[in-house]
């Protein structure tokens, strides 16, 4: 009987955003003024440089995370479904502080509803990891349990 990979689609999903990160931070860092104009909507003329400045420095964290994501994804698999969860549960801790300077934002900042749907990828993958893992983990327990009963 083969065991399901239950590493197989967390894996695969953040390798994917590891992607998405690569070119995420492309775009805040190397198509800057474009991506504050057109992504993030914001008027670039009244907008200050230091607040231009700080998107790029996010499209560096983007480097980041997109090559950490990718490297997770091949060759510590089984951290995977971890690092989805931690994703959202992290941008959540950072808008509680942020939030809590009584910092809100003012601009459109149509880039949230990508990151909604970035989350909701996380967090949908990571419970089908769970779920998968439990039926695993149940078909391997009554696999056994038969085994032990003929064994008898």
């Known amino acids: 009987m083969q065991v399901k990979d239950v590493f197989k689609l967390p894996a695969t999903i953040l390798f994917i955003l590891g992607i998405v ?3 995420r931070g492309f775009m805040h860092t190397f198509v ?5 104009a057109n992504v993030a909507k914001l008027n670039v003329a009244n907008t200050a440089s230091d607040q231009i400045f700080l998107l790029g420095v996010f499209g560096i964290s983007n480097f980041l995370t997109g090559t950490i994501y ?9 951290l995977s479904p971890y690092i989805l969860l931690i994703i959202p549960l992290t ?3 950072g808008l509680i502080g942020i939030w809590s300077n009584h910092v809100h934002a003012k601009s459109a900042f149509e880039g949230q509803y990508f990151m909604y749907g970035y989350f909701a990828i996380c ?5 089908i990891f ?5 039926c695993s983990f149940n ?4 696999l056994q349990s038969k085994g032990d009963i003929h064994n008898e």
């Open 21 to 23: 990160d690569l070119i």
């Open 32 to 36: 800057l003024n474009w991506s504050a």
């Open 70 to 78: 990718i490297l997770i994804s091949r060759k510590a698999r089984e």
């Open 91 to 93: 941008y959540l801790f």
């Open 123 to 127: 967090t949908i993958t990571f419970c």
């Open 130 to 134: 769970l779920f998968t893992r439990q």
């Open 139 to 142: 078909k391997s327990s009554l």
